[in-house]
């Protein structure tokens, strides 16, 4: 497995406003993705962070709500735009490793946000 | 119909017991499959990956039917610190993970 942080914890922010949350592996991955997590719910992929190009999106997300970096193998951030209360959520980045016979998926603590 | 259904339980057992969870897929084209187990304000973390003749670790088989589009994972003699959520994770080779809703395990003392 690898070891992934992230950062913030968990954060309060004001409505209309922006967060970053970073993600942190201690070795270099080819994927790595970013999740989001209502309360309640089961995980929903937002976006596959590409190293080099324009994360791919998945449906309902868009680039300019949770604009993502990657600019190298260990690294990436996710920034979540204009946030409303409906964007309080946990938000995971995770990254995919070959396992002995498929490739599985690692998760970092969460980032905990809410929205005022 | 959604793409990894589970019973949203929750499953209230006594220690010892054993358990069953089942899961089902929409897409038969799946090459993966997963158990993850999340703890209460935690990530989830990988319990174990399902193979075609089924595998055990421990406490824990899970079995896979494709004929079916079905995943199971029972866990015997159950323990107070398996209570947790159990997400079913599906993944259609070089496509996403689809995780299902989870299924909730309170063992009770």
């Known amino acids: 497995s690898a070891v992934i942080s992230q950062k913030p914890s968990r954060d309060i922010c004001q409505r209309g406003t922006s967060l970053t949350i970073q993600c942190q592996v201690d070795s270099q991955v080819t994927m790595m993705f970013w999740y989001r997590q209502q309360p309640g719910q089961s995980l929903t992929l937002i976006a596959t962070?590409?190293?080099?190009?324009?994360?791919?999106?998945e449906s309902g997300f868009v680039i300019d709500k949770f604009p993502i970096s990657r600019p190298n193998l260990t690294f990436s951030t996710l920034t979540v735009s204009n946030m409303s209360p409906e964007d309080s959520s946990i938000y995971l980045c995770?990254?995919?490793?070959?396992?002995?016979?498929?490739?599985?998926?690692?998760f970092g603590p969460g980032t905990r946000l809410l929205v005022l | 119909r959604k793409e990894v259904e589970q019973d949203p339980g929750p499953f209230n057992v006594p220690e010892g017991a054993t358990v069953a969870f089942n899961c089902t897929y929409s897409?038969?084209?799946?090459?993966?499959f997963f158990w993850y187990r999340q703890d209460c304000r935690k990530e989830p973390k990988l319990l174990m990956s399902?193979?075609?003749s089924g595998n055990e670790d421990g406490r824990f088989t899970a079995q896979l039917n494709r004929a079916s589009q079905y995943i199971s994972l029972l866990i015997r003699d159950s323990k107070l610190s398996d209570s947790a959520t159990y997400l079913c994770v599906v993944n259609l080779y070089g496509q996403n993970f689809v995780f299902g809703p989870g299924t909730r395990l309170s063992v009770l003392p």
């Open positions: 962070a590409n190293q080099g190009s324009e994360a791919t999106y």
């Open positions: 399902v193979y075609s």
């Open positions: 995770s990254v995919g490793l070959a396992g002995s016979l498929q490739e599985t998926q690692y």
């Open positions: 897409n038969s084209a799946s090459q993966s």
